[in-house]
């Protein structure tokens, strides 16, 4: 599944979402629209990624927070960013970096603040090795900034990660890693073989 929205009941944990998320997903849970540390905490550092690799870009809506760090992921090996590209977001700055190494910085669009604003930020490897932001205040984003990767990274999976910075709990709205569910055909008055084949002539 590509595009979560966290407006599930209160309290939902992101491991009764979805069992394709991982990483902390036992203690994220959703409040008031927005999925955050589990009991709330105004410190959480937390990250979970999609167990579901192929992912170019990924877009997540974040919650405001002043002095809050976060970070969106993709092409990672392992979900963290420890490696793979990420952009941090903190106040009006993005920085953009591969394998943990620093690439690019830029202002936000839009005159957007995530100390008093949601921001929505895409980070996606374009054709050609082109790592390419945008972001801004949500459903209004823009070119941000960017860098070409020589040698990029190739498959890997997309997540968040946020760090509070003690004023508000830090959370996420969506998430969207792109990766479109597969779509199986069954043809219950066929042979299956057949009707597998139809569906590959369909699709």
């Known amino acids: 599944m590509a595009l979560f929205t966290f407006n599930q009941a209160n309290g939902t944990l992101l491991s009764a979402i979805s069992?394709?998320?991982a990483g902390d997903t036992g203690t994220l849970e959703v409040q008031s629209s927005k999925l955050?540390?589990?009991?709330?905490?105004?410190?959480?550092s937390k990250t979970a990624y999609l167990?579901?690799?192929g992912s170019t870009y990924?877009?997540?809506?974040?919650?405001?927070?002043?002095?809050?760090?976060?970070r969106i992921i993709i092409c990672s090996s392992d979900g963290t960013f420890n490696n793979g590209y990420y952009c941090k977001i903190t106040t009006t700055t993005g920085t953009v970096y591969r394998n943990g190494v620093f690439q690019t910085s830029f202002t936000l669009p839009g005159s957007v603040s995530i100390d008093s604003s949601n921001v929505e930020i895409k980070l996606e490897k374009a054709s050609g090795g082109v790592i390419n932001v945008y972001a801004g205040p949500v459903g209004s984003t823009s070119f941000g900034g960017g860098f070409t990767d020589g040698s990029p990274i190739s498959g890997g999976f997309s997540g968040f990660y946020f760090n509070g910075g003690g004023s508000t709990t830090p959370g996420v709205i969506s998430f969207d890693n792109g990766v479109a569910a597969s779509t199986v055909y069954e043809f219950a008055s066929f042979n299956r073989g057949v009707g597998r084949g139809i569906a590959r002539g369909i699709a």
Do not use: L, M, P, R
């Not at 955050?36 to 959480?44: C, E």
């Not at 990924?58 to 976060?70: C, E």
């Open 19 to 21: 069992a394709t998320w």
């Open 36 to 44: 955050q540390a589990s009991g709330g905490n105004a410190f959480a």
């Open 51 to 53: 167990n579901e690799s």
């Open 58 to 70: 990924a877009i997540a809506k974040f919650t405001a927070g002043t002095s809050n760090d976060y």
